[in-house]
DNA sequence: ACAAAATGTCATTTATAAATGACATTTTGT
DNA sequence: ACAAAATGTCATTTATAAATGACATTTTGT
């Protein structure tokens, strides 16, 4: 399923998926498969991310 | 770095790294590794073992 | 003290995250 | 309305998570 609250986080923050994957070191590609779901992101990139948006694990990538 | 979190989580469940394992899907040595520490899991791993010892991924995988 | 269970660690193979390049479509600012 | 930036998606390659088997060491219950 879609990971809704990165895009939103990254609208918050005003930040492309381009900029994001800058400060996070990966590709723009791989941000948008994982906004995009059906996705499985290391751990390492999921902290990464959560860090460059000032978010932890539970509020980008907890479910239910 | 040790992830002892997962560590006490097992022991307060008294389940097994064997039996963690056996309830996450995948194999012995996986647990092992993460425990271990150098090891970079996949989030939906970590989220299965945080389901299954009734945690969150802020209890077991979030740093700092 | 002893046996059984649990843990640590190695080496090899397999599955998949992430990289890379490329192009089409959508969104945004002026 | 238009151009530029951002996003969506494909196909191929590379790096590494996870599987598997095997054995040594440590911990636990009796």
Chains 1, 2 share one sequence.
Do not use: H
């Amino acid at each position: 399923m879609k990971n809704k609250k990165i895009k939103i986080a990254r609208a918050e923050a005003d930040v492309s998926q381009e900029k994001l994957a800058a400060m996070v070191g990966v590709t723009r590609q791989t941000i948008n498969l994982i906004e995009g779901g059906n996705y499985n992101p290391s751990l390492k990139l999921c902290t990464a991310i959560c860090k460059a948006l000032n978010k932890t694990l539970d509020d980008l990538f907890w479910e239910e």
